[in-house]
C-alpha cells in the first residue's frame, strides 16, 4: 500500500539539473536504500521527500497522517543542551515544553527561584492541556531503547553517541516512514551492527543512504539508484543489484558505440565535395541534426577513479616488532602488554570502539608516540605513507594542486612524470577543480585528496587511518583493488566491514581493559567468535598466544587426548615463538647474506616452516578452546 509518491519532480541548482522528471513510490515497511555517486543530489532527494525544500516541478503525494522521521547527514548540535531537549525536539511544539519542563526542574534542585517556580507551573498545565505526559513516556522509552541519558550535556558525547540522540529524535514522533541520510557516519562496528539490528526490526517503511555495503545489503528489501538526474528502481538487495546493473551498463555501452558510429559515417557523408552536397537528402541532413541534438543531451556516466599507488623498494621480511606494549591516558589503560610482530606482505585490520585506542596503537607503530612500557623495534628499508583521518596532512587554505605536489606540475609515479592535472583528474578532479582551495573541497573530495597525495610518495607500509570516510562505493571498490594488488604491507582501520573483508588477512581486535585479540581473516570470518556485542569483544586474551582467561562454550567434551593436548600447545607455541624471534634477530643483522649459501638457505627454511607450524598450532588450539 503506498504512502508517499513523487511525480514528475524536476529540480535544478543553476545550469545544473538535479532531479529530472522523478518518478517515487514508497510502500508501507519497505526498506529502500538510495544509493548513487557523490554529489548526484540524494540527499536533496531526501529534503524534497521530507518536504524541506519544495521541487521546482512535479507533484508530491502522501497519505494522510503520515508521520516522518528525518535523520540528516551531519547537524551542529547545542552542547550546551541536554539529550532529552534534542530528543524532544522531534515533537514540535509539544516536545519544547516537555523540554523547557525538564530543564526547569533539574534547575529547581539547586535553586528556589519564584519565576522558576511560576513558569514551572504554567508548563504543567499547558502539558496537562495537551496530554503531554503520555508523550513524555514516549520519550522516556525512545531513550531506553537507544541506551541514552536524558541528562547527558550533547558536548559530552562521542560523535556515535551523537548519532543515537538524533536518531532518537527522528524515532521519537513514531514515525510511519523513516528516512535516513548516513546513519553509520561516527560509528564504530558494534554501533553499525545495533543500528542494523534496530532498523530490521522497524515497523514502518525506511528509505536511507548509505555507502556501507554490508548494511545496505542485510537491510534492503528494494535498491533505488540516482543517475544522472533519474531514479531507477532495483527489487532485491545489493548483490542482485550488482549484477542488473552490470548488464544493463553493457546494453548502455553497446548502444552507445552504434549510436557514436552511425555519427561518424554521417559526418564523413555531409563533408563530402560539392557535388556530394548538391545531391544530399534533406531529410538525411535534419536526421544528423537530431543525431547532434541527442549526443549533446546525453549524460554520459560520471567517470570512476583510476587510482595507483607509487611503490617503493621492498622491505625487510621484518616489518615491525612490538615487546610487551602498554599506554595509557590519564589513568586509562588503552593498550595492555601487547606483542605482536608484522611481517612483511601482512594486511591487518585494526577494529574496535571509538575512542578505544586504535589511532593510538598505529601512532606508537610509526615512533609518533613512545609507549609507557615495553619496546618497538622497525624492520629495515621501511618507507610509510600515512593517511591519517583527520586529514592533518592537508592545509585547508591551500590550493588542491599546492596540496598535492607543493604547486608543481608533474609528479613522478614509479619511476614515470606526470602531469599533476592529469593525474589529479584520475581521482575525478577536473581541471577547473585543481586550483580551488581545500576548504571550498567536500568530505568525499577532502578523502580523495588524500589518497591522491600519500600514493604519490614511493611506499612498502601503508598506514590507513579510516580511509572510506565519504567515499562512494565505485572508488571503495577501486581502492580495495588497488590494495589487493599492493606488494608491501597494510595497516588499516575501518569500522567498514565489507572494506575490512575485502582487504585483510588479519584482524587486531580492541576489548576490555586495552587488551588485543588477534584474529586470522576478515571481519565475516570472524564475526561469531568476536562478539563485538553493543560495546567490544567479549573474548580478551593476549596476542597469538592462548588466552587463560577466555570464557568457556557449553560443547562437545574434550577427549582425553585432546585435553592433553590443549596442555601442551602453550608450551608449544611458546618454544616456536622464541626459535622464530632468535632466527628473526639473526637474519636482520648485518651480513647475514654475506655467509655461505647453504648457511642463509637452512635457516631462512627453517624460518618458513616454524611459521608454517606456528599457524597450525594457533588453529589446532582455537579448534580445541572451542570446544570447551
Not at 586495552?514 to 573474548?539: C, F, H, R, T
Given at each position: ?15 545544473v ?203 534492503t528489501?528494494?535498491i ?11 527489487p ?27 555519427l ?17 537528402n ?40 612490538l ?33 578505544c ?22 624492520g ?50 577536473p ?71 575485502n ?15 588477534e ?106 578452546e572451542?570446544?570447551?
Amino acid at each position: 500500500m503506498p504512502i508517499l509518491t513523487l511525480e514528475d519532480i524536476s529540480l535544478a541548482f543553476g545550469h545544473v539539473k538535479l532531479l529530472d522528471n522523478i518518478q517515487l513510490q514508497i510502500d508501507s515497511g519497505e526498506r529502500i536504500a538510495l544509493i548513487g555517486r557523490n554529489g548526484t543530489g540524494k540527499s536533496t532527494l531526501l529534503r524534497v521527500i521530507a518536504e524541506h525544500i519544495k521541487a521546482d516541478d512535479g507533484t508530491r503525494w502522501q497519505k494522510q497522517n503520515l508521520r516522518i522521521g528525518y535523520l540528516v547527514q551531519d547537524v551542529a548540535l547545542d552542547s550546551g543542551q541536554s539529550v532529552y531537549k534534542i530528543v524532544a525536539e522531534g515533537l514540535s511544539n509539544i516536545g519544547k515544553w516537555l523540554g523547557e519542563y525538564e530543564r526547569i526542574a533539574a534547575s529547581l534542585k539547586h535553586s528556589t527561584d519564584k519565576k522558576l517556580i511560576q513558569r514551572l507551573a504554567e508548563l504543567q498545565q499547558i502539558i496537562d492541556t495537551n496530554n503531554g505526559w503520555l508523550i513524555h513516556q514516549r520519550i522516556s522509552t525512545v531513550l531506553d531503547r537507544l541506551k541514552l541519558n536524558a541528562d547527558d550535556r550533547v558536548g559530552t558525547l562521542s560523535g556515535g553517541v551523537r548519532r543515537r540522540v538524533l536518531l532518537a529524535q527522528a524515532l521519537v514522533c513514531e514515525p510511519d516512514l523513516l528516512l535516513l541520510d548516513e546513519p553509520t557516519n561516527h560509528l564504530d562496528i558494534a554501533a553499525i551492527r545495533w543500528l542494523e539490528e534496530f532498523l530490521i526490526r522497524f515497523q514502518g517503511a525506511l528509505l536511507f543512504i548509505s555507502h556501507d555495503r554490508s548494511l545496505v545489503q542485510n537491510l534492503t528489501t528494494r535498491i533505488i539508484e540516482l543517475d544522472r538526474g533519474t531514479l531507477s528502481s532495483w527489487p532485491g538487495n545489493l548483490a542482485h543489484y550488482n549484477k542488473k546493473k552490470t548488464e544493463q551498463l553493457e546494453v548502455e555501452e553497446t548502444q552507445l558505440r552504434k549510436a557514436d558510429k552511425k555519427l561518424d559515417e554521417e559526418e564523413t557523408w555531409i563533408r563530402q565535395g560539392i557535388k556530394a552536397r548538391r545531391k544530399r537528402n534533406q531529410g538525411r541532413a535534419r536526421a544528423l541534426m537530431q543525431l547532434r541534438k541527442e549526443k549533446s543531451a546525453v549524460r554520459k556516466q560520471i567517470g570512476k577513479a583510476r587510482i595507483s599507488i607509487n611503490l617503493g623498494d621492498a622491505s625487510g621480511k621484518q616489518v615491525l616488532e612490538l615487546d610487551r606494549v602498554s599506554h595509557g591516558f590519564n589513568g586509562t589503560t588503552v593498550i595492555n602488554n601487547f606483542s605482536s610482530t608484522i611481517m612483511r606482505g601482512d594486511r591487518i585490520g585494526i577494529i574496535g570502539p571509538n575512542g578505544c585506542g586504535k589511532t593510538t596503537l598505529l601512532r606508537i607503530m610509526l615512533g609518533e608516540l613512545k609507549p609507557d612500557k615495553g619496546a618497538i623495534r622497525t624492520g629495515t628499508r621501511l618507507k610509510v605513507a600515512y593517511y591519517d583521518q583527520q586529514r592533518s596532512q592537508l592545509d585547508m587554505e591551500k590550493t588542491v594542486l599546492e596540496n598535492l605536489n607543493l604547486g608543481r606540475d608533474y609528479v613522478s609515479i614509479n619511476g614515470q612524470n606526470r602531469h599533476a592535472i592529469g593525474y589529479l583528474k584520475d581521482f575525478l578532479f577536473p581541471p577547473q577543480r585543481v586550483h580551488s582551495p581545500v576548504k571550498s573541497l567536500s568530505g568525499g573530495e577532502r578523502n580523495r585528496l588524500m589518497l591522491a597525495r600519500i600514493f604519490t610518495q614511493p611506499a612498502n607500509l601503508l598506514v590507513l587511518d579510516e580511509p572510506t570516510n565519504d567515499l562512494d562505493v565505485e572508488t571503495l571498490e577501486l581502492l580495495e583493488e588497488l590494495l589487493a594488488n599492493f606488494d608491501g604491507t597494510i595497516l588499516l582501520i575501518s569500522h567498514d566491514r565489507a572494506f575490512l573483508d575485502n582487504v585483510v588477512t588479519s584482524l587486531l581486535i580492541f576489548g576490555d581493559n586495552g587488551v588485543i585479540q588477534e584474529y586470522v581473516g576478515g571481519y565475516q570470518d570472524n564475526v561469531a567468535s568476536i562478539q563485538l556485542g553493543s560495546q567490544q569483544p567479549d573474548k580478551p586474551s593476549t596476542n597469538k598466544k592462548p588466552a587463560t582467561n577466555k570464557p568457556k562454550k557449553s560443547s562437545t567434551k574434550l577427549s582425553y587426548k585432546q585435553k592433553q593436548r590443549l596442555r601442551e600447545l602453550p608450551k608449544l607455541i611458546d618454544g616456536l615463538e622464541t626459535e622464530q624471534k632468535t632466527l628473526q634477530d639473526a637474519i636482520n643483522q648485518e651480513g647475514f647474506y654475506k655467509q655461505q649459501r647453504d648457511v642463509i638457505s637452512e635457516a631462512t627454511q627453517r624460518l618458513d616452516e616454524i611459521n608454517k607450524e606456528l599457524e597450525q598450532a594457533y588453529n589446532e588450539w582455537h579448534v580445541l578452546e572451542e570446544k570447551i
